[in-house]
């Protein structure tokens, strides 16, 4: 069983920047998909921030293509989302998500990120 922890989540003033990190407490390679999403404040749903794929590129929801940038580093256990240009409505719980096909979905604790105006 693998677990996954996030840090790097905090209170940001319009425009700033956060790196968030995961790190896998196993291996990542067995992994299809790795990745994060994010729950904002009074929503029941998870959406998909960005997401590396066993096979090409990664992909991003449309409102935070060009601000943020999805990293992996496979010999580390470690994935990144490195948020720029923050906007109050990036505020939310930022959850690791990760799909093994032999095992099924992890998801970390999540970590707040939170964009002042």
């Known amino acids: 069983q693998v677990q996954l922890v996030e840090s790097g989540g905090g209170l940001v003033q319009t425009g700033g920047a956060l790196r968030l990190s995961c790190a896998a407490s196993?291996?990542?390679?067995?992994?299809?998909?790795m990745g994060w999403y994010r729950q904002a404040p009074g929503s029941q749903q998870r959406e998909l921030v960005a997401?590396?794929?066993?096979?090409?590129?990664?992909s991003y929801m449309e409102s935070v293509k060009g601000r943020f940038t999805i990293s992996r580093d496979p010999f580390k256990n470690t994935a990144h989302l490195q948020m720029n240009d923050l906007k109050p409505e990036d505020t939310a719980v930022y959850y690791c998500?990760?799909?093994?096909?032999?095992?099924?979905?992890?998801w970390g604790q999540g970590t707040q990120v939170t964009v002042s105006s």
């Open positions: 998500h990760a799909n093994d096909p032999n095992v099924g979905d992890y």
């Open positions: 196993g291996s990542i390679f067995s992994f299809s998909s």
């Open positions: 997401q590396f794929y066993r096979i090409g590129s990664p």
